[in-house]
């Protein structure tokens, strides 16, 4: 959200985005009346225009269709997702089997799978083992959405190295650190708690799986909200304590407006559930500290023969 922004502050309206920046509606609302303008295919930008594309990450093809359409870009791919794209990069290179754990159809997937079409396999759940082919059961390596249940995850991998004994592992986990901190906190949360409600969309990956893991720890219910008015107040007959958390790029506002509901129906005691200290943060798109405007009209320019007016 802070990298559309800022481009907003910086080039001006619009800014095309390709993809929802993040999986949550109220940010993507907030930056559409800023003046950015969401697509789902780099053929709807106009030619000369900037783009930019979204944390989730995209294939390399997505960044030649930029160049074909003289497009600026700025790359907001989530360092955490970019480290996913490097490794199968680097698999393939060695000519590995990469069994890729992930939902099919979720864009971080297709971005990662789009790094080494030919080498890699997806697996989604454990489910999905059994149909699963290698070349040389001796070179075959898993990664994973960052965004999935650690549980259903690691549930996934033993099946796996039970098929492939020679399984090998990346370097390091491959889940958001903020994915997995929301999960342990929801397991503790789950256990004490009659209801969870969890502030987050419904195109979120992770969102969606704080609400299964609520009900795996013991939650009686667990529900998914977007905004404090999609409370059913029938949720809360019976309740006498209530679990809140959110997804990861949920706006703390929205959380505030859940808890603000909540003590107003008499749930004031608000006791913190913290597993663990989130201290990380990332660097803005390099892309921010560039002349995106003049890059695009240049690379227009190129393509016509005209020169480029200073307006």
């Not at 890729?100 to 971080?108: A, D, F, N, R, S």
């Not at 960052?146 to 549930?155: A, I, K, P, Q």
């Not at 409370?231 to 929205?254: F, K, Q, R, Y």
């Not at 989130?278 to 560039?290: D, G, M, Q, V």
Request: glycine fraction near 6%; include cysteine; hydrophobic fraction near 40%.
């Amino acid at each position: 959200m802070i990298a559309v922004e800022k481009a907003l502050e910086q080039y001006g309206a619009p800014i095309y985005v390709r993809h929802e920046i993040v999986h949550n509606k109220y940010v993507v609302q907030t930056l559409e009346k800023k003046g950015a303008i969401f697509v789902e295919r780099t053929a709807e930008v106009p030619e000369g225009s900037i783009v930019m594309f979204s944390a989730h990450g995209v294939a390399p093809v997505v960044h030649d269709e930029a160049a074909a359409g003289r497009l600026a870009t700025i790359d907001a791919t989530c360092p955490l997702v970019t480290k996913v794209h490097k490794e199968a990069v680097r698999f393939a290179s060695e000519d590995y089997d990469i069994l890729l754990i992930g939902h099919e159809g979720h864009e971080e997937v297709i971005g990662t799978s789009g790094e080494a079409p030919d080498h890699i396999t997806l697996v989604d759940g454990p489910s999905d083992v059994a149909k699963v082919e290698v070349r040389d059961p001796s070179r075959v390596v898993w990664l994973s959405q960052t965004t999935l249940s650690v549980d259903e995850t690691m549930e996934t991998v033993d099946a796996l190295k039970e098929k492939f004994p020679q399984l090998i592992s990346p370097p390091s986990d491959d889940i958001c650190y903020a994915t997995q901190n929301r999960q342990l906190a929801v397991k503790q949360m789950g256990e004490q708690a009659d209801l969870v409600i969890v502030v987050g969309s419904r195109n979120s990956s992770n969102s969606v799986r704080l609400v299964e893991v609520a009900k795996l720890a013991g939650a009686r219910a667990a529900h998914l909200v977007d905004f404090a008015d999609e409370i059913d107040e029938s949720w809360l007959e019976g309740v006498t304590t209530v679990g809140v958390t959110s997804g990861a790029s949920v706006p703390e506002i929205l959380v505030e407006q859940v808890l603000e509901y909540l003590t107003q129906r008499g749930y004031g005691d608000v006791e913190l559930v913290k597993a663990a200290e989130e201290s990380i943060t990332f660097s803005l798109p390099k892309e921010l500290r560039r002349d995106l405007r003049a890059e695009a009209a240049a690379l227009v320019a190129e393509r016509t023969g005209r020169t480029p007016s200073a307006e």
